[in-house]
């Protein structure tokens, strides 16, 4: 299993980012994916998960409303775009296999800073 998540950054209050996941060595089509992330100092935390085929959605009561994940299976990606973000959204961000965060990339670092 490889996941690789690129599209972190700075950015301000009240902005935008979209994330990026490609993942390789696994029947990716097949699976549940998630987005994951940690904040300094804090433990995981499960962001959002999409089905297999990606009809079904569901995010975390933090992020609900402002995030929105899809995936394409014929590339064998995923995203996240992220709107209106809070300093509180402020983390690493991972793509995984499981809620929990088994199986992630190294991460993508968001900053949402003034």
């Known amino acids: 299993v490889e996941l690789v998540e690129s599209g972190g950054g700075l950015v301000q209050p009240g902005g935008s980012l979209r994330l990026s996941c490609a993942a390789s060595?696994?029947?990716?089509?097949?699976?549940?994916m998630n987005w994951v992330r940690q904040a300094p100092g804090k433990g995981l935390e499960w962001v959002s998960t999409?089905?297999?085929?990606?009809?079904?959605?569901i995010y975390a009561d933090s992020v609900r409303g402002r995030f929105t994940t899809s995936r394409d299976n014929a590339k064998n990606m995923m995203s996240l775009q992220m709107n209106s973000l809070k300093s509180e959204d402020t983390a690493l961000y991972y793509c995984?296999?499981?809620?929990?965060?088994?199986?992630r990339g190294q991460g993508t670092q968001v900053t949402v800073s003034s």
């Open positions: 060595g696994f029947t990716f089509s097949l699976l549940f």
């Open positions: 995984a296999t499981t809620r929990t965060g088994a199986n």
């Open positions: 999409i089905s297999p085929d990606g009809t079904v959605t």
